[in-house]
């Protein structure tokens, strides 16, 4: 899949973000080895902790239908629901990609109208915990 077609599925999840606190909606597409793309939005709550973000609805709906092997992911968010700059993935989000993809995992931030940059997963988490190598 063109990294476009798959920024332009997460710029539709974004449609779907409950962010009434900060009003940042944040919207995620996971294209899974298969083909299969996951759609994910961010998730506010008052007390903020349980807040979840789009990356992690994508990567957790995959994995409940089973899903261990990705192929790439776009992230897009903006305040009110328009692309308004890079919006890359948070500490426990890349935590999260790590758990399941390697160091050239891409990550599709889509800029807006600046276009978009790929970063791959070991740009975003440098020396991030990973079982294989810790859990021995």
């Known amino acids: 899949m063109a990294p476009e077609e798959l920024i332009r599925l997460a710029r539709e999840a974004m449609t779907h973000a409950y962010a009434p606190y900060s009003g940042y909606y944040v919207g995620a597409a996971l294209l899974c080895a298969d083909g299969t793309v996951y759609q ?34 776009a992230v897009c968010g903006g305040k009110g629901g328009t692309v308004t700059g890079y919006f890359p993935p948070c500490g426990v989000c890349r935590q999260v990609m790590r758990e399941f993809c390697g160091d050239g995992f891409p990550v599709y931030l ?22 294989a190598r810790y859990m021995r």
Not at 113 to 120: A, D, L, S
């Open 40 to 73: 994910g939005c961010n998730i506010e709550n008052a007390s903020f902790s349980p807040t979840v973000c789009a990356e992690r609805t994508a990567f957790f709906k995959a994995v409940y239908d089973g899903k261990r092997e990705f192929a790439a992911l």
């Open 110 to 131: 889509d800029g807006g109208p600046e276009g978009y940059q790929v970063k791959t997963l070991a740009e975003l988490l440098p020396s991030g915990f990973e079982a």
